[in-house]
């Protein structure tokens, strides 16, 4: 029996691969899924996984269009039905969308979702040239944007929960009933944390809840 599963590549040239996991659930049913990352991650890919392959890139002192380069002939070698821009900004993503042949369709995940905002950056606006469909990380984040991107964009958002645990993983003590995790980097251009101060002054909540900060700053 022939394989009838397409073929998509997952590109990773940061940091964000806590979220893997989860996009490999919903993608290789209908997927064969490929990785092309920069190889400081490879020792945090999810092994149990079957990945159809894994290509790591180093990223180093070499122009960005150097990396561009190779990171498209390592795509060109897989020639996916779909690229997965696992991180959808900076200057190898940029160059890659004019690098890679028109015939490949290109959806991206965006962590720093203001720079959609029509004129707000140029890189990401000709990273948009190329790549019309992005992931947002909420549902309030792609409510806010909607009216200030351009038309041509479209917008979804995404949820993104790591199932598996890293080795040496250790639960926190329960010392309190209730602790609300906060991902990500402690950026307030990324989450309102002020307006959390703010309006724990106005309205305290019971010393039984916690909030626990996992990302760093």
Do not use: C
Not at 131 to 158: G, H, M
């Amino acid at each position: 029996m022939t394989d009838s599963k397409k073929d998509i590549v997952i590109l990773e040239f940061g940091s964000h691969e806590d979220s893997f996991y989860s996009h490999f659930l919903f993608l290789h049913e209908r997927f064969r899924v490929h990785l092309v990352v920069n190889e400081k991650i490879l020792p945090l890919i999810p092994k149990s996984l079957n990945w159809a392959s894994v290509t790591g890139i180093k990223i180093d002192a070499r122009k960005s269009i150097g990396i561009s380069w190779e990171a498209r002939k390592a795509i060109m070698r897989i020639n996916p039905q779909l690229v997965f821009f696992h991180t959808a900004q900076g200057n190898i993503v940029r160059e890659l969308t004019f690098l890679l042949p028109l015939k490949y369709k290109f959806i991206g995940v965006h962590h720093n979702a203001d720079k959609l905002i029509r004129g707000r950056s140029f890189s990401q606006s000709l990273i948009s040239l190329r790549l019309k469909n992005y992931f947002v990380l909420a549902d309030y984040v792609r409510e806010n944007l909607a009216p200030l991107v351009p038309k041509d964009i479209s917008v979804q958002e995404v949820y993104t929960v790591y199932y598996e645990k890293p080795e040496g993983f250790q639960y926190l003590q329960k010392t309190r009933p209730l602790r609300i995790a906060i991902p990500g980097a402690v950026e307030q251009t990324r989450r309102d944390f002020l307006g959390l101060l703010d309006a724990l002054k106005k309205t305290p909540l019971s010393p039984n809840v916690e909030f626990v900060v996992l990302g760093n700053g």
